[in-house]
């Protein structure tokens, strides 16, 4: 079985910024991509960031360019979502998400950790 934990998730001031984490763990597998996604109070899931775990190339939503980075660790299994400027209308919960080859393609997400950004 393949298991996506998430943290990094708090409370903080309009303008300031957190990092999120998520790690892969499992056996025989290959990670092929993860990404981020949001979902607000009352809303649909929504994409955020996405990055190819063979060659690093990357994707955003335009609503967190120039303000989120999205990186990984490939030793570690691990991906990261840097989030600069935050304003209250990021306030959601984030979820990681991965997509893993073990002989076919299987989609993962993680349990949701929780961002709040005050006024």
């Known amino acids: 079985q393949v298991q996506l934990v998430e943290s990094g998730g708090g409370l903080v001031q309009a303008g300031g910024s957190l990092r999120l984490s998520c790690t892969v763990s499992?056996?025989?597998?290959?990670?092929?991509?993860m990404g981020w996604f949001r979902q607000a109070p009352g809303k649909e899931r929504d994409f955020v960031a996405a990055?190819?775990?063979?060659?690093?190339?990357?994707d955003y939503a335009d609503s967190v360019k120039g303000r989120f980075t999205i990186s990984r660790d490939n030793a570690k299994n691990t991906v990261y979502l840097q989030m600069n400027s935050l304003k209250p209308e990021d306030t959601a919960v984030y979820y990681c998400?991965?997509?893993?080859?073990?002989?076919?393609?299987?989609?993962?997400w993680g349990q949701g950790t929780q961002v709040t950004v005050s006024s």
């Open positions: 990055i190819r775990w063979s060659g690093g190339g990357t």
């Open positions: 998400k991965a997509r893993c080859n073990r002989g076919s393609l299987y989609t993962y």
């Open positions: 499992g056996r025989s597998f290959t990670i092929y991509d």
